[in-house]
């Protein structure tokens, strides 16, 4: 398996680590890792795997069960190989942003309107997600983002803590973000954002809610008769 350092420190960048395995010659299986592998809507990490002078670019990671293979530009790692593995920071944080920000407007949504989160995808320039409403419209969005940006400015703490899955499934409260759920996991990692919001999540966050800087709303779509599609970016 592989250790998911990111899951306690969202802001470790760099890690050594041995290889353990090979899918192919080039998708690497590390003994740990900083690379956030793609799921909960928060795409890859990228970055590169240097074994003394060498470089290997990392375009992309995925699980594979309890491991996480990272996807590289070149053959020639080999199990038992040390190597240093470093991520592409910028885009890194730029994510983090992105997703405490969903955090936040899934709050504001819910709050506002009882509106579920059926889906949600985030991205470097854009980010979307979809929820389960049959009535809200474009006049509402003004206030959606005001709100979200309102909890931005207070600048709440962003904490994860571990709880059994037996006890969180009890708390059906957590599981607002459905697409998020991790399954099959023994143990389930908590992201609270200041006495606002509380989720199961696996994703990686900022530690205050000031570092997301602001949101701005700029569409919303019909996604079928049940659910809407909201669209926004960070505004830096
Ligand atoms: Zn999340």
């Known amino acids: 398996m592989t ?13 050594d680590a041995m290889v353990t395995g090979l899918i192919d010659e080039k998708s690497v299986v590390l003994d740990q890792t900083v ?3 793609q799921g909960g809507g928060q795409p890859s990490d990228t970055g590169v795997l240097t074994r003394e002078n060498e470089s290997f670019f990392v375009s992309g990671c995925r699980r594979n069960g309890a491991e996480i ?10 199990i038992g190989d040390y190597v240093k593995g470093t991520i592409d920071w910028d885009r890194r944080h730029r994510l983090m942003r992105s997703h405490t920000s969903a ?4 709050h504001v949504l819910f709050s506002e309107t009882g509106a579920l989160i059926t889906g949600n995808q985030l991205d470097l320039d854009q980010c979307r997600m979809d929820f389960s ?8 969005l003004k206030d959606f983002e ?3 940006n309102d909890l931005i400015a207070r600048n709440l703490a962003v904490s994860t803590s571990f ?8 708390r059906p ?12 996991l023994p143990v389930l990692r908590i992201v609270s954002i200041g006495d606002v919001d509380v989720q199961a999540d696996g994703g990686t966050h900022v530690a205050f809610t000031k570092e997301v800087g602001g949101i701005e709303i700029f569409d919303l779509k019909n996604k079928g008769a049940e659910n809407r599609r909201i669209y926004w970016r960070l505004s830096n």
């Open 3 to 15: 250790v998911e350092l990111f899951l306690k420190d969202h802001y470790l960048r760099q890690c």
């Open 35 to 37: 690379f956030y592998p």
């Open 69 to 78: 293979v990272h996807v590289v530009d070149k053959p020639g790692l080999r």
């Open 103 to 106: 955090h936040l407007l899934a």
């Open 133 to 140: 409403s049959q009535d809200v419209g474009r006049e509402r």
């Open 146 to 148: 005001q709100k979200t």
């Open 163 to 170: 709880e059994k899955f037996e006890d969180a499934v009890k």
């Open 173 to 184: 409260e957590l599981f607002r973000l459905k697409d998020v759920l991790p399954k099959n």
